[in-house]
């Protein structure tokens, strides 16, 4: 069965470092997902992401991500300068469009990012 | 904006016993979806059900069947024939379906299930 895949699975920076999440969405789906939960609370959604530009953002989204979609598999978020609350577990997930998205949003494994 | 409440920080259930999770929504459309997740302690977000608004008939997977009920508001998920593998924080999400609606998932803060041998 076709996965979301995610790489790293951890990674640890210093704060005002840069960091690039890494994800591989299912091949025929057409949305992409950026979403985060730290430790204890709920999954909040960051991003979105059809047709190579961003359909919606949040309002944790700002100028200091950014997400890209630089060849036909992966699709990544960057993080420019860390600070320490962007400590979190970043998960990447995929749809299909429109109608076909009922079927559900498909979650990768997820990066669990320190920032120290 | 809409909203999604999960009631219930934490349940437990015994092994082999039945138990439900309650969600309730805040929404204005008519039209969305709702699903619910599961996340083991690996942190995996793993779909469990879905349900479309437009269908009156509840959905299962399985062990897995949920009460959908609209005017309420309400979207329970039931876990039969309780496993020790159930045991996981269940998220419920919503999601618009309209056109030009968001895509993107509204979670609650999710119910901690335990499951008792």
């Known amino acids: 069965e076709p996965e979301v895949t995610q790489t790293p699975s951890h990674q640890v920076t210093q704060m005002g470092q840069e960091v690039i999440l890494r994800c591989v969405p299912i091949s025929n789906h057409l949305y992409f997902y950026w979403y985060r939960q730290i430790l204890g609370q709920k999954v909040e959604f960051l991003v979105s992401?059809?047709?190579?530009?961003?359909?919606?953002k949040s309002e944790i989204f700002d100028d200091q991500f950014s997400v890209e979609r630089p060849d036909g598999s992966n699709f990544t978020l960057k993080i420019r300068s860390t600070k320490l609350e962007d400590s979190a577990m970043y998960f990447c997930?995929?749809?299909?469009?429109?109608?076909?998205?009922?079927?559900?949003?498909?979650f990768g494994p997820g990066t669990r990012l320190t920032v120290l | 904006a809409q909203t999604v409440t999960q009631s219930q920080p934490e349940m437990s259930v015994q092994e082999a016993e039945t138990v439900t999770l309650s969600c309730t929504y805040d929404t204005s459309e008519s039209d969305y979806y709702l699903f619910w997740y599961k996340q083991p302690p690996s942190r995996q977000m793993i779909l469990v059900i879905r349900?479309?608004?437009?269908?009156?008939q509840n959905a299962t997977e399985n062990r897995f069947s949920v009460n959908f009920q609209k005017a309420a508001k309400s979207f329970s998920l039931k876990i039969s024939d309780s496993q020790l593998g159930d045991a996981a924080m269940y998220f419920c999400a919503y999601r618009s379906a309209g056109q030009g609606g968001s895509e993107k998932l509204v979670f609650g803060k999710g119910t901690k299930l335990t499951v008792n041998p």
């Open positions: 992401f059809y047709n190579n530009e961003i359909s919606e």
């Open positions: 997930a995929s749809s299909l469009p429109g109608l076909a998205g009922a079927s559900g949003q498909f």
């Open positions: 349900q479309e608004a437009y269908k009156q």
